[in-house]
């Protein structure tokens, strides 16, 4: 069940609810109290001594959040406030949009099991108040025993955004419906990560590509394991034949419109269960494997976006989709695989498969001669040791790399730049085959898996890889607008660039 978000223009003192949230900044220099964010001052003078004094009594200090409630006992019309913290503003006293969206999705979270809220963080960033709200309030449930989610709260039921006096509401309604929208496709991307794989694997992967596909009118192309024998998709087919749920390749087309700007190709890894393979992993944490197709469900997401919001791109995703299991049909260490395009390649070990089903896809999706490619993979454990748990790894052509952790960086999903060194090359070479897939090394995993996927895309395309073994899956606490699983990362990435490109070409 999805949270109701809606626009209203009203003073915060008269508005209705169970509750309302106001944003509040920690103390100034040289003062020793917090002060109410933009949107909620008309309330303050409503409270005896003022609510700020009440606020900075409850222990509230309006670090980035943090939520105090408190009860309103009629001093305004909604029965509690909830005063969540934002965090530093910046010089000119102005809370950015990454902040406006943790504060607004920490808010959400802590209102589980309330009916109608009022926000007035609307008035300080409309759509970051919005995507904030309805990723905050995003809970998995569709396997407990009831809707029931966080403490057995549901979701809050209804969130009335305020606006700012004056706006033109046409303006504003639109804002909202992009806004909805893309927390709509985060909110896909989650689901899919967090649906077990017992039931998501790559066929009953592939239908949900093609429902969600065929809904928003794209065109949807999926090759089973005969189509791909007959392609010659020796990667896809080569990780996938240990498994009785053979793999599939998912191409979503969005025509762009009348007059695309630019074509860009999306790929996404759908490893639908990662066990390793004969290369097996150690039990600890395996279930986590799950996600290992997150990549592929913000390809599929964001390709459904831009068509939904008739983006002038021309958006093709091509999305490898395998179960990496060890058994008598599996892939060996030491087998060769011949990949889509005809290079060769020595298999090392059968856990570094994110990088074979990649190779096809991408020559797959080079074959179009696209203006543009992102790939988007949980692909390396050595993106986590270098970046963390919060932070992207970007690499690939050197401007539009940057152009993307840009965009990772702006939208708060986080991201940086990371090269690709040449002299890890030639650890690549193999005895016997064109390259192996991969090196004798531990250092440098996350940069020599770029490497291997560089000799797939060839020489003069704007490409990106971002590898999100990290962000993709949340193990740890709820923060922010996160909670705990699928992160939908890098889906809001993704579509800003999608969206600079609509742009600027
Ligand atoms: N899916 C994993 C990477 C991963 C690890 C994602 C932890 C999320 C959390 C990938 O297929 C893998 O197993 N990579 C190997 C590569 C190695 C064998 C070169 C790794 O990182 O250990
Ligand atoms: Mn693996
Ligand atoms: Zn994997």
Do not use: C
């Not at 009118?217 to 998709?233: C, F, M, N, P």
């Not at 892939?331 to 994110?354: F, I």
């Not at 990088?355 to 074959?367: F, S, Y």
């Amino acid at each position: 069940m999805s949270t109701e978000l809606r626009i209203r223009n009203e003073s915060a003192a008269t508005a209705e609810a169970d509750a309302i949230i106001v944003g509040l900044l920690p103390a100034p220099e040289g003062s020793d109290n917090p002060v109410l964010a933009a949107g909620a001052e008309d309330i303050d003078a409503a409270f005896p001594g003022g609510l700020v004094a009440e606020l900075a009594l409850l222990g509230a200090t309006g670090k980035a959040e943090e939520v105090v409630k408190l009860v309103a006992r009629g001093a305004v019309a909604a029965t509690i406030v909830v005063a969540v913290g934002l965090g530093k503003p910046d010089a000119d006293g102005t809370s950015g949009p990454e902040q406006v969206r943790r504060a607004s999705g920490a808010a959400a979270r802590a209102l589980a099991g309330t009916a109608h809220a009022v926000s007035t963080l609307g008035r300080i960033d409309l759509p970051a108040a919005a995507e904030g709200t309805l990723l905050g309030a995003y809970e998995f449930t569709r396997y407990k025993g009831s809707d029931a989610g966080r403490n057995g709260k549901k979701p809050v039921a209804r969130v009335d955004l305020l606006t700012a006096a004056g706006a033109d509401d046409a303006a504003q309604q639109e804002q909202l419906r992009r806004a909805v929208a893309v927390a709509d496709a985060v909110r896909t991307a989650r689901d899919l990560v967090n649906t077990p794989p017992n039931e998501l694997y790559p066929a009953s992967f592939a239908e949900r590509a093609r429902t969600l596909g065929e809904a928003v009118g794209l065109q949807v192309e999926v090759l089973d394991e005969d189509a791909l024998a007959e392609g010659g998709y020796g990667g896809l087919l080569g990780v996938g034949q240990g498994s009785s749920r053979k793999p599939r390749l998912v191409r979503l087309r969005w025509s762009g419109g009348d007059s695309p700007r630019a074509t860009v190709a999306l790929v996404g890894k759908g490893v639908t269960f990662d066990t390793g393979g004969i290369s097996i992993k150690p039990a600890a944490n395996m279930d986590q494997m799950t996600s290992d197709m997150s990549g592929a469900a913000a390809v599929v997401a964001t390709t459904v976006l831009a068509a939904q919001l008739e983006l002038p791109v021309a958006v093709t995703a091509t999305v490898p989709m395998a179960e990496n299991m060890p058994s008598d049909t599996a892939y060996r260490p030491g087998d060769v695989l011949r990949m889509y395009g005809g290079k060769t390649v020595e298999v090392l070990n059968t856990d570094a498969e994110g990088r074979l089903i990649l190779a096809d896809a991408i020559v797959r999706a080079v074959q179009d001669s696209p203006d543009y490619l992102i790939e988007t993979s949980t692909l390396t454990g050595a993106q986590l040791v270098a970046l963390g748990t919060r932070t992207a790894g970007v690499m690939g052509s050197d401007e539009f790399r940057d152009r993307v952790a840009g965009h990772a960086q702006a939208t708060g999903e986080g991201g940086w730049p990371m090269p690709l060194p040449e002299h890890l090359r030639p650890e690549l070479d193999s005895r016997i085959a064109d390259i192996a897939n991969v090196t004798a090394s531990r250092f440098g995993g996350m940069l020599a898996a770029g490497v291997f996927l560089s000799e797939f895309v060839g020489e003069g395309l704007s490409w990106a890889h971002i590898d999100i073994a990290g962000p993709a899956f949340n193990s740890g606490s709820p923060w922010g607008y996160t909670g705990k699983g699928g992160t939908g990362v890098p889906v809001r990435t993704l579509w800003a660039v999608l969206s600079d490109i609509a742009e600027n070409g």
